[in-house]
């Protein structure tokens, strides 16, 4: 099964942290490089910072210095768990943050069968000034 649950969003004043991890379960993501994503009101998603399977890693200029990507993946290769930290927060940090593939596929096939790779429901972050 194919899966993406993000967690760890809140409010937040701004100078303050917090560390979202997203559940991604199926080799399509164990296999892939993983990015966090966010989408603010009125705004396009945009890319935050990825990560490799290796553990490469690359930031958005404007996050530059204050998140950090991270994972681990299961020694059977199927659970994925992709991290964010993030400090120095901004009230423009506030958005809707997402994990996806980098960059993000939309179908994937395994085993003879094919399937959508949907979107999780993203978690919540607010940055009060």
């Known amino acids: 099964q194919v899966q993406l649950v993000e967690s760890g969003g809140g409010l937040v004043q701004a100078g303050g942290s917090l560390r979202l991890s997203c559940a991604a379960s199926g080799t399509i993501f164990s296999n892939n490089a993983m990015g966090w994503y966010r989408q603010a009101p009125g705004k396009q998603r945009e890319l935050v910072a990825s990560?490799?399977?290796?553990?490469?890693?690359?930031?958005?200029?404007f996050v530059k210095g204050r998140f950090t990507i991270s994972r681990t993946i299961s020694r059977e290769n199927v659970e994925n768990t992709v991290y964010l930290q993030m400090n120095v927060l901004k009230p423009e940090d506030t958005a809707v943050y997402y994990c996806h593939t980098a960059p993000p596929v939309t179908r994937a096939c395994s085993g003879g069968q094919c399937y959508s790779v949907n979107w999780g429901q993203g978690t919540q972050v607010t940055v009060s000034s």
């Open positions: 990560i490799t399977r290796r553990g490469s890693t690359n930031y958005a200029d």
